[in-house]
């Protein structure tokens, strides 16, 4: 399977859902973007990663590489190898001698055990065309009373299906433009499923 090489884009706090942060992975090649709805713990420990600091007591990841480490486990990537029913899944992917392991784990863990060892993140293809965001391929929203209404309203599941496809791909580009990656994917999900 083809693998697409990420980086962290940005994390940022989700306003429509109480404690969650959303992690934004970016294609290194293109424009593509997949936003990960994550815990704030998680977040947290990503961020901490990222800064390199470090706690007077090791955070689970820290405690995970250390105990990787005494038993000489080397970790090698990490894939984001499916989406399925909006859930993002992931492994580890680690070698002890010769022997070359996969480990099933969260996005946002194995993300967290990447930033701290500077290993690569990848995502399948698949996971790319099914949950990702091209940013290349969107166009500058038409202004539209009613659409604009709705934009300045909010949107939520329910009324994305009172929407035109024109309407969508204007509504999409909209939260894009705001970094609403959350609204954003719930948006692009509604387009798929009318194709």
């Given at each position: 399977m083809n693998?697409?090489?990420?980086?962290?884009i940005g994390l940022t706090y989700s306003e429509s859902s109480t404690g969650a942060y959303?992690?934004?992975?970016?294609?290194?090649?293109?424009?593509r973007r997949l936003p990960i709805v994550i815990g704030g713990a998680e977040a947290e420990s990503i961020a901490v990663g990222i800064e390199k600091h470090r706690n007077g007591r090791p955070l689970t990841h820290d405690l995970?590489?250390?105990f990787a480490h005494e038993?000489?486990?080397?970790?090698m990537e990490v894939v984001i190898n499916r989406f399925r029913d909006?859930?993002?899944?992931?492994m580890v992917v680690c070698k002890q001698g010769d022997d070359l392991t996969m480990v099933d784990a969260r996005p946002s863990d194995a993300i967290a055990i990447a930033v701290r060892v500077?290993?690569?993140?990848?995502?399948?293809?698949?996971?790319?065309?099914?949950a990702g965001i091209n940013m290349e391929s969107m166009e500058a929203p038409t202004e539209s009373d009613s659409e604009e209404a709705l934009i300045n309203k909010g949107v939520d599941s329910t009324s994305l299906?009172?929407?035109?496809m024109e309407a969508l791909e204007d509504l999409l580009q909209e939260a894009i433009?705001?970094?609403?990656?959350?609204k954003a994917a719930q948006i692009r999900d509604e387009i798929n499923k009318r194709k």
């Open positions: 693998k697409v090489n990420l980086e962290i959303v992690l934004i992975l970016g294609d290194k090649l293109s424009q995970f590489l250390r038993f000489g486990i080397e970790i909006g859930v993002y899944y992931a500077g290993c690569e993140i990848y995502a399948y293809e698949t996971v790319m065309d099914e299906d009172l929407l035109d433009d705001n970094e609403d990656y959350q």
